[in-house]
């Protein structure tokens, strides 16, 4: 058992749990240049019935969570939007037309263009950003840090957050330390939800025995995502179990990310 955990956390707590839900809306298949018809719609499900579905979830669980968005859903879907800030919830960047491709040139203005709409139409200001893609660039960091954010969600490759820089004022705030309820389980893995939910119990297991961060990625859409009743039931039960635990704190990221800029002496520094 780790005890360095206790003064890592807030409260003592040896785990600290923070749940971003990824609203790949529309734009994903925009972006592809489909027409969002058909089993291409799966994106529009997340606007109508995940996101709505998820938010009486996180409400009535009273969990703190950080929605990951993109620009082109943002500004199609406004009130949506707004209703998740206005509900108290954190909004992070997540790419304009969720971009699988590198961006070169643009990427400064795209992470700019989108940062501009969240806070235009939400009135929420976003200080975190996820790569839908995973890839990032040489401009990444140093537009992000420009225009105030103060974590990425990007990374891959530590089980805890750490700082990117020497300045200690932006930190990395990895998201694969669970299984992703996306792609590699529903569609490549072919799981049933009721073997994400084993996969996740016994991630949690390991991950309160060690590191204690649990960032949880939760995908609202249709197909290849938790959007649909039986799966985000799933959901539902996992962060039952995790609430009940005596020794979890629940994080937004914006929370986390102060947390660790404020106790700096907790993380190591990559180079
Ligand atoms: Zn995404």
Redesign the pocket.
């Known amino acids: 058992m780790n005890n360095t955990n206790e003064f890592r956390w807030p409260d003592g707590a040896r785990t600290v749990v923070a749940v971003t839900i ?1 609203v ?1 809306g529309p734009s ?1 298949q925009i972006g592809r240049g489909e027409n969002g018809l058909g089993r291409s719609s799966r994106g529009r499900y997340a606007i109508r019935r995940g996101v709505p579905r998820y938010l009486e979830m996180m409400s009535r669980l009273n969990i703190p969570a950080t929605f ?1 968005v993109c620009g082109y859903d943002v500004e199609t879907f406004p009130d949506l939007y707004r209703q998740i800030a206005t509900k108290g919830y954190e909004l992070a960047a ?1 790419g304009y037309h ?1 971009e699988n491709w590198d961006l070169g040139d643009t990427e400064p203005a795209l992470l700019e263009q989108t940062h501009r709409i969240i806070v235009e139409i939400t009135g929420q200001s976003p200080v975190g950003w996820c790569s ?1 893609s995973g890839r990032k660039s040489a401009y990444t960091l140093p537009v992000l840090q420009r225009l105030g954010y103060i974590y990425d969600a990007s990374e891959k490759d530590r089980d805890e957050p750490y700082f990117s820089d020497d300045k200690k004022n932006f930190v990395i705030l990895p998201n694969n330390t669970v299984s992703l309820d996306d792609f590699p389980v529903y569609e490549s893995g072919r799981a049933l939800a009721s073997e994400l939910l084993d996969m996740w119990r016994s991630e949690y297991h390991a991950i309160s025995q060690s590191e204690g961060y649990l960032q949880l990625t939760i ?1 609202p859409m249709a197909g290849d995502g938790s959007g649909p009743p039986s799966r985000a039931a799933v959901v539902e039960t996992f962060l039952t179990e995790l609430k009940a635990e005596p020794d979890v704190h629940f994080l937004n990221m914006r929370d986390l990310a102060r947390h660790c800029l404020n106790n700096p002496h907790h993380w190591a520094q990559a180079t």
Request: glycine share 0%.
């Open positions: 990824h790949d994903v990951f997540h969720h839908p995908h």
